[in-house]
T-cell receptor, first 112, second 112 residues
Framework: DAEITQSPRHKITETGRQVTLACHQTWNHNNMFWYRQDLGHGLRLIHYSYGVQDTNKGEVSDGYSVSRSNTEDLPLTLESAASSQTSVYFC???????????FGSGTRLTVV | GENVEQHPSTLSVQEGDSAVIKCTYSDSASNYFPWYKQELGKRPQLIIDIRSNVGEKKDQRIAVTLNKTAKHFSLHITETQPEDSAVYFCAPRGDSSYKLIFGSGTRLLVRP
């Protein structure tokens, strides 16, 4: 069955370190998204991609970057981790405009 | 950009009662209106969606109604059960964008 997987499920890192969160989907969806979820803020869009070599900034993109070298993967990199980036991160993919998202199971990141 | 508001932020109902959550949006070009359910510690999951050419859609105990003129849509849950307890998010989407902007969520508690 097609799926979308995130790794790791949990990560603890130190302030200032570079961290990469993985997202891999086998739906063959062109559209992929990264959100962060914090108490009181719901889901906020970090970056998104509409296809290979395409990346776009979302509403909270500062301190994050993504790259899209193939259809299946959209890794999220925190260039220099900060305590304010402690959060739960969700990756999602979508087939088309008229369809909803399928979410990964999330990565809980703690920056100490 | 799209401004999305959900009301109420929390809702407590007795098992068997109905629950209604309202989502107001600002982008008149929005034409896809999904609702997501997120149980504690889990990923958001699409439970029902509606497109702008339809005023109402029903799936067993849940329904979504759309008022495009007033720019709001609502989630209706009838005969609520304890397993309906979760956070519910609306996420209207415009015609030209694949990205979803999520409301801040409504925490529904169904009391046995």
């Amino acid at each position: 069955d097609a799926e979308i997987t995130q790794s790791p499920r949990h990560k603890i890192t130190e302030t200032g370190r570079q961290v990469t969160l993985a997202c891999h989907q086998t739906w063959n969806h062109n559209n992929m998204f990264w959100y962060r979820q914090d108490l009181g803020h719901g889901l906020r869009l970090i970056h998104y991609s509409y296809g290979v070599q395409d990346t776009n900034k979302g509403e909270v993109s500062d301190g994050y970057s993504v790259s899209r070298s193939n259809t299946e993967d959209l890794p999220l990199t925190l260039e220099s981790a900060a305590s304010s980036q402690t959060s739960v991160y969700f990756c999602a993919s979508s087939e088309s405009i008229g369809y909803g998202y399928t979410f990964g199971s999330g990565t809980r990141l703690t920056v100490v | 950009g799209e401004n999305v508001e959900q009301h109420p932020s929390t809702l407590s109902v007795q098992e068997g009662d109905s629950a209604v959550i309202k989502c107001t949006y600002s982008d008149s070009a929005s034409n896809y209106f999904p609702w997501y359910k997120q149980e504690l510690g889990k990923r958001p999951q699409l439970i029902i969606d509606i497109r702008s050419n339809v005023g109402e859609k029903k799936d067993q105990r849940i329904a979504v109604t759309l008022n495009k003129t007033a720019k709001h849509f609502s989630l209706h849950i009838t005969e609520t059960q304890p397993e309906d307890s979760a956070v519910y998010f609306c996420a209207p989407r415009g015609d030209s964008s694949y990205k979803l902007i999520f409301g801040s969520g409504t925490r529904l508690l169904v009391r046995p």
